[in-house]
T-cell receptor, first 112, second 115 residues
Framework: GENVEQHPSTLSVQEGDSAVIKCTYS??????FPWYKQELGKRPQLIID?????GEKKDQRIAVTLNKTAKHFSLHITETQPEDSAVYFC???????????FGQGTRLTINP | EAQVTQNPRYLITVTGKKLTVTCSQN?????MSWYRQDPGLGLRQIYY???????DKGDVPEGYKVSRKEKRNFPLILESPSPNQTSLYFC??????????????FGEGSWLTVV
């Protein structure tokens, strides 16, 4: 079955700098790759997603890139702000799998 | 307001005492699922349901049961809870009779401690 590896597990950046979180997946049939943000004590919330027919997607300060050949995808956050501090999860899903397979999570801390 | 509602939000229970975590969604979603979240492991699927009376195991189903008698409700049952089931549990729902990359909506989570 699908396996998703996420790195790094913790990331600390200065406010205003960029943050990059990377995930690799194992199932070449996976075609849906969402990113979730989870603030302390809250539910995971979808922040951006990408499908396998697209190489990059951007929404204001966040972007996701997908490399199907290498089976990895990344989340990019530019001009980081204190409210970006949270745990971020990547996930992948293959057709018919009936689930999202999540990475282990990255705790992002933005230092003022 | 579209939402997934779980209860209880917080529970401390003792080993072996049966408990049920309820989940209800008001979006008329066919697909519902339960995940547990543990440090360093991300979220792992316990069970899912593609429609009323259709349920199947996820990746970590041992020690859990589910039922789907109505479209809106998908309770998670721990018949004999053990300490290794101490975790944060999320119910989720999605449009469509099978998960096909539609947005998943999560409930607020249920913190369960088994002592």
């Amino acid at each position: 079955g699908e396996n998703v590896e996420q790195h790094p597990s913790t990331l600390s950046v200065q406010e205003g700098d960029s943050a990059v979180i990377k995930c690799t997946y194992s199932d070449s049939a996976s075609n849906y790759f969402p990113w979730y943000k989870q603030e302390l004590g809250k539910r995971p919330q979808l922040i951006i997603d990408i499908r396998s027919n697209v190489g990059e997607k951007k929404d204001q300060r966040i972007a996701v890139t997908l490399n199907k050949t290498a089976k990895h995808f990344s989340l990019h956050i530019t001009e980081t702000q204190p409210e970006d501090s949270a745990v971020y999860f990547c996930a992948a899903s293959a057709p018919g799998a009936q689930k999202l397979v999540f990475g282990q999570g990255t705790r992002l801390t933005i230092n003022p | 307001e579209a939402q997934v509602t779980q209860n209880p939000r917080y529970l401390i229970t003792v080993t072996g005492k049966k408990l049920t975590v309820t989940c209800s969604q008001n979006m008329n979603h066919e697909y519902m699922s339960w995940y547990r979240q543990d440090p360093g492991l991300g979220l792992r699927q316990i069970y899912y349901s593609m429609n009323v009376e259709v349920t199947d195991k996820g990746d970590v189903p041992e020690g859990y049961k589910v039922s789907r008698k109505e479209k809106r409700n998908f309770p998670l049952i721990l018949e004999s809870p053990s300490p290794n089931q101490t975790s944060l549990y999320f119910c989720a729902s999605s449009l469509g009779s099978g998960f096909s990359g539609n947005t998943i909506y999560f409930g607020e989570g249920s913190w369960l401690t088994v002592v």
